[in-house]
């Protein structure tokens, strides 16, 4: 069964440092989003993707971060100057059609913790 | 705001039914989602109910809707230990977009 891939699976880096984290949706997926899950706290929605525009993005996703499909498989979501509070597991999603019918895939999840 | 609120625990014994309790804030829910998360790996979505119906089944689960109550719940029935997880309730209220808001998971350990 096709699957949605994320790396890598667990970044470490400074504060103030740029990190990406890249993910490969499903093939023929057109929707993309990204998710984060701080230790212990709920699932929270970041932003979706289609047509190589955001469509729509939260609060929490703020001129700090920037996602892109820079090839025609890869999604990634780029954080310029990471601060403390951004340690979480990012998830990546994608969907065929975005409809809320339409099933969801998730990656695995890359764990991002910040010094 | 919407809001999600789950039991953070839940163990039962293996053959056992287990239900999982989530009450959300948001009647204009149009859909309400259980999703699974397995250790280390993505949500995996088990089933969803349009806010217009009170139940939905499917082979050993049955999701109940009280849209009066704001109550949503899962059951498993025959409960194995491959159903150990973190289950995730999610509400959306809109046609497009799946922006989900989710509730913070409740921990569902099967005992032997």
């Not at chain 1, 667990?10 to 023929?28: A, D, F, K, W, Y």
């Not at chain 1, 709920?42 to 939260?58: D, H, Q």
């Not at chain 1, 310029?80 to 099933?103: H, I, N």
């Amino acid at each position: 069964e096709p699957e949605v891939t994320q790396t890598p699976s667990h970044q470490v880096t400074q504060m103030g440092q740029e990190v990406i984290l890249r993910c490969v949706p499903i093939s023929n997926h057109l929707y993309f989003y990204w998710y984060r899950q701080i230790l212990g706290q709920k699932v929270e929605f970041l932003v979706s993707f289609y047509n190589n525009e955001i469509s729509e993005k939260s609060e929490i996703f703020d001129d700090q971060f920037s996602v892109e499909r820079p090839d025609g498989s890869n999604f990634t979501l780029k954080i310029r100057s990471t601060k403390l509070e951004d340690s979480a597991m990012y998830f990546c999603a994608s969907s065929k059609t975005g409809t809320v019918t339409d099933t969801q895939y998730f990656g695995p999840g890359t764990r991002l913790t910040v010094l | 705001g919407e809001d999600v609120e789950q039991s953070l625990f839940l163990s039962v014994r293996e053959g056992d039914s287990s239900v999982i309790n989530c009450t959300y804030t948001d009647s204009s829910s149009t859909y309400l989602y259980w999703y699974k998360q397995e250790p280390g790996a993505g949500l995996q979505l088990l089933t969803y109910i349009f806010s217009n119906m009170d139940m939905k089944q499917d082979q050993r689960l049955t999701v109940l809707l009280n849209k009066k109550d704001k109550h949503l719940s899962l059951r498993i029935a025959d409960t194995q230990t491959g159903d150990s997880a973190i289950y995730f309730c999610a509400e959306t209220f809109r046609d497009y977009g799946q922006n989900f808001v989710f509730g913070p998971g409740t921990r569902l350990s099967v005992l032997p």
